[in-house]
């Protein structure tokens, strides 16, 4: 996986045009464009569920697949397991021979699995960008955007470090866990993990 802040708004020229305004309450109106490579089908649809972002992903109707098995997530909890290294392969073969059998490729893409490498572009505000933040940073958060979370706020951090300074999961942006009962107990830990250096 890739995460790169491809351009962001500076902040001045917002703060030179409403003085005295808090940066944070300046986020709404700033943008930031993210380019993301090498995640899976699954993560990206988890993405879209953020619908105040903007999202330009990778067709899979143009992409000749070959050598599938090397363009696949594979996550942690099956590395190197022989079932999944099978379907892959079976899917594969299978997508190829419906391909040489004249079937489009916009209709043997409907075998390929949820693992399948996409790349896009997301493009998100301040505001949105820190409640997704609070949300996908939390542990509870599935793995593989947990760690697209956490490459996009080293990102904005290299870029705007005053600014998302705090940014974070929610437990550490509100000081507390908005998860109720179903917190995951590691408050402590995501702290450490996550707050900046001042």
């Not at 908005?178 to 917190?183: H, K, L, Q, V």
Request: hydrophobic share 40%.
């Amino acid at each position: 996986m890739r995460v790169r802040l491809l351009s962001y708004t500076p902040l001045e020229p917002l703060m030179e045009a409403l003085p005295g305004t808090r940066p944070r309450d300046l986020l709404p109106h700033m943008g930031y464009v993210f380019a993301v490579e090498g995640v899976s089908r699954a993560c990206s649809h988890q993405l879209v569920r953020h619908r105040v972002a903007s999202f330009s992903q990778q067709s899979q109707r143009y992409i000749t697949v070959k050598r599938l098995g090397e363009r696949v997530v594979e996550p942690p909890s099956m590395a190197g397991r022989r079932e999944f290294l099978d379907v892959v392969k079976a899917v594969q073969e299978a997508y190829e021979s419906l391909i040489a059998s004249g079937v489009s490729k916009e209709d043997a893409r409907f075998l390929l699995p949820n693992a399948t490498e996409t790349s896009l572009l997301m493009t998100m505000d301040g505001g949105s960008l820190l409640h997704f933040l609070g949300l996908r940073l939390c542990y509870r958060a599935q793995w593989e955007i947990r760690a697209l979370a956490k490459e996009a706020l080293r990102e904005l951090r290299k870029a705007q470090p005053t600014l998302f300074r705090e940014a974070g999961p929610y437990c550490l942006q509100l000081g507390y866990c908005p998860e109720g009962r179903f917190n995951c107990g590691r408050m402590k830990e995501a702290w450490e993990e996550y707050r900046a250096e001042p």
